[in-house]
């Protein structure tokens, strides 16, 4: 990636009257394949390579993007920008992170990047090998295909005052879904993985199996009647609760008011057994970084400590409208300013096996799916569509469809219960956790 370039760039904003810029850039390569009943159903490739100009004039900013990196397009950008800065609104936080909080040196070695290309026919085969199966599993009458794939990408950063970063990182994916039944009987199931180095990911088998096993494990799903019972959320569908405690603690939520959070910092908001851990530093992780997308160096924080919310995520700007500094959270595309996001989120286990979870609560539902969650940012009011297990005796009992869950999240997150389970899937992982009553909408 040209450095030399952004740094050009950065130049040509400052001599056009803008007080301070910063320019990032991204590139990216990547290939995916599409197989459906044995035959291939699409070949995708991309390259692309883009821009995003930020620029300050006082403290009005404006930002720009294009993906025409020719001197004259580049000199457009530049002109657009300041043009545009000045005539913005005054924002009184608006402003680079301090220079003391910067990155600086070449930062840890997170092991990010796999020079690992595989051609379309290489795809095609793993692709391939999932699905066959998925389609030779008993029980699977139908499949909606798999799919494989690698990207090749780069991000790097530079400002007038005074960072310049940047990384590269690859990305490793496969996955396939699977249809049991018949009519309408019909279950789907699916499995996928996403690693950064190619020799992480599940073995094509292990893809298609898992996805045959849960189509075939949800036909004769039945409805169940409405009433308050133990739910657990199986490890892959407790993140999506978790999900939004991190937009509730984010500082411009907090900093508009629009939080059901936004009086709670250092209170006990989870149970006691509830610790939640934000590492930026995880070797291959899909949220690894050495340094936020302000360039503000980053560290491992526990978000949650034994139930207590510790600290808000936030960025130069919102840390600024609430008194307080930035946490090394700016997130941002090439479109637009910061926002925030956590790097690789992991709620802590607990000491009880999912069967044991189950055999604890005694009656209820394991939650395999989830769709169309719903929240009041303002009260922490929320409810999603569910299917899973009805589980009975600490045993599973059949299958269930067509469910609503609904609660204060408040209350949910008070009397959680995290099992052992833990799987490290992606950038935000957790155990099974037991809340162990919500109301359950049925028939």
Avoid: C
């Amino acid at each position: 990636m040209d450095r030399e370039l952004l740094h050009d760039m950065v130049a040509s904003a400052l001599r056009a009257g803008a007080d301070a810029a910063e320019v990032a850039m991204a590139d990216r390569r990547s290939l995916g394949v599409t197989v459906r009943l044995g035959e291939l159903e699409e070949v995708e490739r991309e390259e692309s390579r883009d821009l995003g100009l930020r620029v300050f004039v006082g403290r009005r900013q404006a930002v720009v993007s294009g993906s025409d990196l020719s001197a004259a397009a580049r000199a457009k950008l530049v002109e657009r920008a300041v043009a545009m800065a000045r005539v913005a609104p005054e924002d009184p936080y608006a402003g680079f992170a301090p220079p003391e909080r910067l990155a600086s040196g070449p930062g840890p070695d997170l092991d990010l990047h796999d020079a690992t290309e595989y051609g379309a026919d290489a795809l095609e085969a793993r692709a391939r090998a999932a699905e066959d199966v998925v389609r030779q599993t008993p029980g699977v009458t139908n499949t909606d295909g798999a799919s494989a794939g690698w990207s090749q990408g780069g991000w790097a950063l530079v400002t007038s005052g005074g960072f310049e970063g940047g990384v590269t990182a690859s990305s490793f994916s496969l996955s396939a879904s699977a249809i049991a039944g018949e009519g309408s009987g019909m279950e789907r199931g699916g499995e996928g993985r996403s690693t950064r180095h190619a020799e992480d990911l599940p073995e094509p088998e292990a893809i298609g199996a898992e996805a045959a096993r849960r189509a075939v494990a949800r036909v004769g799903a039945r409805k169940i009647d409405s009433r308050t019972a133990a739910v657990i959320f199986e490890n892959r569908q407790a993140g999506s609760l978790i999900g939004p405690f991190v937009g509730a603690i984010s500082g411009p939520a907090v900093a508009r008011g629009v939080s059901f959070l936004k009086d709670r910092l250092g209170q006990a908001v989870f149970s006691p057994a509830v610790t939640l851990i934000d590492d930026p530093f995880r070797r291959r992780g899909l949220g690894s970084a050495a340094f936020d997308d302000e360039g503000v160096a980053v560290v491992e924080r526990a978000l949650v400590k034994d139930g207590v919310i510790t600290t808000w995520l936030l960025n130069t700007s919102s840390g600024r409208q609430l008194g307080l500094e930035t946490t090394g959270h700016a997130s941002r595309g090439l479109a637009g300013p910061p926002g925030v996001s956590t790097h690789n989120l992991t709620v802590q286990p607990g000491s009880a096996s999912l069967a044991q979870l189950m055999a604890d609560a005694g009656e209820g539902l394991l939650v395999t799916s989830m769709f169309g969650p719903s929240l009041n940012a303002n009260t922490g009011d929320w409810s999603a569509g569910v299917s899973g297990v009805w589980f009975e005796d600490g045993e599973p009992a059949y299958p269930v469809t067509e469910i609503t869950v609904a609660g204060n999240l408040l209350d949910i997150y008070a009397r959680l219960v995290p099992g052992s389970d833990l799987e490290f899937r992606g950038a935000n992982n957790s155990p099974s956790l037991l809340v162990d009553g919500l109301a359950i909408a049925g028939r």
